[in-house]
Protein backbone atom coordinates (compact mmCIF):
# COMPACT_ATOMS: atom_id res chain seq x y z
CA UNK A 1 0.00 0.00 0.00
CA UNK A 2 2.87 2.22 0.26
CA UNK A 3 3.69 4.73 -2.39
CA UNK A 4 6.37 7.17 -3.61
CA UNK A 5 5.51 9.88 -5.86
CA UNK A 6 7.69 11.94 -7.28
CA UNK A 7 6.73 15.38 -8.96
CA UNK A 8 8.40 18.81 -10.18
CA UNK A 9 10.24 17.71 -12.95
CA UNK A 10 10.95 19.52 -16.23
CA UNK A 11 13.05 21.38 -18.70
CA UNK A 12 15.55 23.78 -17.72
CA UNK A 13 18.28 26.26 -18.88
CA UNK A 14 21.65 25.50 -17.69
CA UNK A 15 22.17 27.49 -14.64
CA UNK A 16 18.65 27.46 -13.12
CA UNK A 17 17.13 25.96 -11.12
CA UNK A 18 14.40 23.08 -9.97
CA UNK A 19 12.60 21.79 -7.25
CA UNK A 20 11.29 18.16 -6.21
CA UNK A 21 9.36 16.73 -4.12
CA UNK A 22 8.52 12.62 -3.15
CA UNK A 23 5.46 12.14 -1.44
CA UNK A 24 5.11 9.00 0.53
CA UNK A 25 1.40 7.76 1.17
CA UNK A 26 -0.06 4.62 2.28
CA UNK A 27 -0.32 2.86 6.08
CA UNK A 28 3.06 4.25 7.02
CA UNK A 29 4.52 3.94 10.73
CA UNK A 30 7.68 5.41 9.92
CA UNK A 31 10.11 6.19 7.38
CA UNK A 32 14.22 6.15 7.93
CA UNK A 33 16.99 7.15 5.42
CA UNK A 34 15.08 8.71 1.85
CA UNK A 35 17.28 9.36 -1.16
CA UNK A 36 17.32 10.89 -4.46
CA UNK A 37 18.54 8.42 -7.11
CA UNK A 38 19.34 9.78 -11.05
CA UNK A 39 20.37 7.72 -14.16
CA UNK A 40 20.87 8.95 -17.66
CA UNK A 41 20.12 7.18 -20.51
CA UNK A 42 23.08 4.46 -21.18
CA UNK A 43 24.29 5.38 -17.19
CA UNK A 44 23.37 3.02 -14.32
CA UNK A 45 21.33 4.50 -11.19
CA UNK A 46 23.16 6.45 -8.86
CA UNK A 47 22.10 8.03 -5.49
CA UNK A 48 22.74 11.87 -5.38
CA UNK A 49 21.63 12.43 -2.49
CA UNK A 50 20.12 11.17 0.72
CA UNK A 51 18.80 12.48 3.81
CA UNK A 52 18.52 10.42 6.86
CA UNK A 53 15.18 10.33 9.76
CA UNK A 54 16.87 13.13 11.69
CA UNK A 55 17.97 15.07 9.08
CA UNK A 56 21.50 13.82 8.31
CA UNK A 57 22.49 15.08 4.54
CA UNK A 58 24.79 13.04 2.47
CA UNK A 59 25.64 13.88 -1.67
CA UNK A 60 27.32 12.90 -4.31
CA UNK A 61 30.46 14.95 -5.20
CA UNK A 62 28.90 16.23 -8.46
CA UNK A 63 26.06 17.51 -6.56
CA UNK A 64 27.90 19.25 -3.46
CA UNK A 65 27.33 22.87 -3.49
CA UNK A 66 24.34 22.80 -5.80
CA UNK A 67 21.75 20.77 -4.39
CA UNK A 68 19.90 20.80 -1.10
CA UNK A 69 17.68 17.84 0.22
CA UNK A 70 15.57 18.00 2.84
CA UNK A 71 12.37 16.67 4.57
CA UNK A 72 9.25 17.04 6.06
CA UNK A 73 8.43 14.21 8.60
CA UNK A 74 4.80 15.29 9.41
CA UNK A 75 4.09 15.51 5.48
CA UNK A 76 6.27 12.20 4.73
CA UNK A 77 7.54 14.07 2.09
CA UNK A 78 10.84 14.49 0.98
CA UNK A 79 12.49 17.61 -1.15
CA UNK A 80 15.54 18.09 -3.98
CA UNK A 81 16.04 21.69 -4.54
CA UNK A 82 18.47 21.70 -7.45
CA UNK A 83 20.32 25.02 -8.51
CA UNK A 84 22.76 26.16 -11.10
CA UNK A 85 21.82 23.08 -13.55
CA UNK A 86 24.68 21.67 -15.73
CA UNK A 87 23.72 19.69 -19.10
CA UNK A 88 25.42 16.58 -17.12
CA UNK A 89 22.47 16.82 -14.77
CA UNK A 90 19.82 15.57 -16.86
CA UNK A 91 17.89 12.62 -15.90
CA UNK A 92 15.44 10.73 -14.80
CA UNK A 93 15.42 11.73 -10.70
CA UNK A 94 13.77 8.63 -8.46
CA UNK A 95 12.59 9.11 -5.05
CA UNK A 96 13.83 5.98 -2.66
CA UNK A 97 12.90 5.53 0.72
CA UNK A 98 13.07 2.97 3.62
CA UNK A 99 9.50 2.50 4.75
CA UNK A 100 8.07 0.48 7.62
CA UNK A 101 4.29 0.36 6.91
CA UNK A 102 2.19 -0.50 10.03
CA UNK A 103 1.77 -3.84 11.07
CA UNK A 104 5.30 -5.02 8.87
CA UNK A 105 8.88 -4.23 8.60
CA UNK A 106 11.06 -1.95 6.50
CA UNK A 107 10.56 -2.13 3.01
CA UNK A 108 12.40 -0.83 0.25
CA UNK A 109 10.76 1.97 -1.71
CA UNK A 110 11.00 3.18 -5.32
CA UNK A 111 8.70 6.13 -7.35
CA UNK A 112 8.08 5.85 -10.62
CA UNK A 113 10.45 8.63 -11.53
CA UNK A 114 10.27 12.01 -12.98
CA UNK A 115 12.56 13.57 -15.77
CA UNK A 116 15.14 16.57 -15.80
CA UNK A 117 16.35 17.71 -18.53
CA UNK A 118 18.95 21.05 -18.72
CA UNK A 119 19.71 21.95 -21.80
CA UNK A 120 19.88 25.23 -24.08
Excluded: H
Amino acid sequence: QVQLVESGGGSVQPGGSLSLSCAASGSIFSINTMNWYRQAPGKQRDVVARIGSRGTTDYADSVKGRFTISRDNAKNTMYLQMSNLKPEDTAVYYCNADVRPYGMGYGNYWGQGTQVTVSS
